[in-house]
């Protein structure tokens, strides 16, 4: 039997194989030598499960409901072929994987796919007070800074222009983790890092995050209530499928919007952005 751990948003992960796991290279900096007792357990089994009702149909993934629990069917190319497999979770932080048996003869998984895209991770993280944000973040003078709207609208060239300008460092390209612990919140990268290539495995106390809009002039303001919350709600991985994550997922995310300083960026990609941004920052405004 083979083991591996990994370690996300201070986050433990065990993962329980009979056959060797060939990890990317980007989820590489999240590994750990085994620790502490895991927070998220992972075993993979052999074998498929019986169908159930269908919930959600899509190219790269399904859902289906078979006696009150969900069960995620999502195929991986393994023996030359596209073949199914099935997470279940079987109690709070512990899942099982069902491989197809005739995978597990060549010995290895998951040598052309990412293992995190199969373990519902989005659901794990959720379990211990944590989300994923579309967003690229630095680190400026301790803090992270999240720059958050959807693809195309510049969260990387804000994240360069920090370190080209600021000297902040560039923490993660593309999903962020947030998490509260103690009454904080902190931001961490992940190994999902986009066209960046960044996958840093660190943190920072979340100062502020910032709601891009490209605009021709530049323009800052601080956001609350709905303006606030709309924007993360709409930047995070939600199973909307799940009533109980629907659920928790909303309560997460409206505290952090209440309790994190959130502004909207109307921006030209220049350094002057970056100042105004810093100047708010600096000020409290």
């Not at 099982?96 to 998984?109: N, T």
């Not at 999902?192 to 891009?212: H, T």
Request: net charge neutral; glycine share 8%.
């Amino acid at each position: 039997m083979f083991y591996y751990y990994i370690n996300i948003a201070d986050i433990s992960i065990e993962i329980e194989s009979p056959v060797s796991i060939v990890f990317q290279e980007k989820i590489l900096p999240f590994c750990r030598k085994k620790g502490n007792s895991p927070d998220l357990t992972y075993k993979i089994l052999s074998g498929r499960v019986e169908n159930g009702e269908s919930v959600v149909s899509k190219a790269e993934y399904s859902i289906e409901k078979k006696d009150n629990r969900y069960i995620r069917v999502k195929k991986m190319f393994q023996c030359g072929q596209m073949q199914e497999t099935f997470l279940l979770q079987e109690k709070p932080g512990i899942y099982h994987l069902y491989i197809p048996q005739d995978c597990m003869k060549e010995g290895h998984l998951f040598d052309r796919e990412n293992v995190l895209d199969f373990l519902a991770l989005e659901e794990g993280l959720l379990q211990n007070h944590a989300f994923i944000l579309h967003a690229s973040v630095v680190s400026w003078k301790g803090n992270g800074i999240l720059f958050t709207a959807p693809s195309g609208t510049g969260k990387s060239t804000q994240a360069e222009l920090w370190h080209r300008y600021h000297g902040a460092d560039i923490l993660n390209g593309d999903r962020a983790i947030i998490r509260r612990t103690d009454g904080t919140y902190r931001v961490y990268g992940s190994p999902y890092a986009g066209s960046s290539g960044i996958y840093r495995n660190q943190s920072a106390p979340v100062r502020a995050v910032i709601i891009l809009e490209q605009s021709q002039e530049n323009q800052i303001s601080r956001c609350f209530g709905k303006e606030a919350f709309v924007p993360l709600f709409r930047e995070t991985l939600m199973n909307s499928w799940s009533r109980n994550y629907m659920s928790a997922m909303t309560e997460l995310i409206g505290n952090a919007a209440a309790e994190i300083p959130v502004y909207h960026l109307a921006c030209h990609p220049d350094k002057e952005a970056t100042d105004l941004v810093r100047k708010n920052l600096e000020k409290g405004a």
